[in-house]
């Protein structure tokens, strides 16, 4: 004669299923939230590392960059280095991101298919390692779902201000201070163009840059 299994063990099971549906929602909401509080130019974020050393009283510094303030040659640089497309995906570099799953199923070596918006949102949001297959999952929906609320010059701010290039600086002060010889520079190598900040005259002029953009890779994972 086959054993029931006890009611208890069913209502029990039943109750984790609903904790974990609620803790997946609040998750999910806290990010989508968070976006919107981050569109004024004001606010300033954080990324989850600051706010690990906030927690365990290690304590951060960082001090704001405006994309304004942020040399031309600097910002132009990082999205030609880190995401060649940025101007053109919607978060997610399809593209790239097939790439990489095609040399996967090959059995290669995968290259790194981040954008600048799925950093951002790893920053912002998510961990760096262990699990990072696992943090995909939620990455990959995130970048989207921000590149459809934040303008790509707010976008770049973000990033530029809490991304992790090191040790030190933390961010983007260091171009913020560059010479005056380079903002020159850059302005003479391209011309009237430069009398826009490169987020914008990228992002503006996509068929201009759709050549030597689309000879670059996408970031680091």
């Not at 300033?44 to 600051?50: G, Q, R, V, Y």
Request: proline share 5%; with cysteine.
């Amino acid at each position: 004669m086959a054993v029931r299994p006890r009611r208890g063990s069913r209502a029990g099971l039943r109750r984790w299923v609903r904790r974990g549906i609620v803790a997946g929602v609040v998750m999910a909401l806290v990010p989508a939230v968070l976006t919107f509080l981050y569109l004024p130019s004001f606010v300033h974020p954080i990324s989850t590392l600051m706010l690990k050393d906030l927690v365990t009283l290690t304590g951060y510094e960082r001090r704001w960059v405006s994309i304004d303030d942020v040399a031309p040659v600097l910002a132009h640089s990082v999205i030609m280095s880190e995401d060649g497309q940025f101007c053109f995906h919607r978060g997610v570099d399809i593209g790239e991101l097939r790439g990489v799953v095609d040399d996967a199923l090959a059995g290669e070596a995968t290259r790194g298919a981040s954008t600048i918006t799925m950093q951002t949102v790893k920053n912002l949001f998510l961990w760096s390692r262990p699990l990072g297959t696992v943090r995909k999952v939620f990455e990959l929906p995130l970048a989207v779902y921000f590149d459809a609320v934040m303008s790509k010059r707010r976008i770049m701010e973000i990033y530029l201000n809490i991304a992790e290039w090191g040790p030190e600086p933390r961010q983007a002060r260091a171009g913020s201070q560059a010479p005056r010889q380079s903002d020159r520079a850059a302005r003479r190598a391209f011309g009237r163009l430069c009398r826009l900040h490169p987020v914008d005259r990228l992002c503006r002029r996509p068929k201009k840059f759709a050549g030597s953009a689309g000879q670059n890779g996408a970031g680091r994972v």
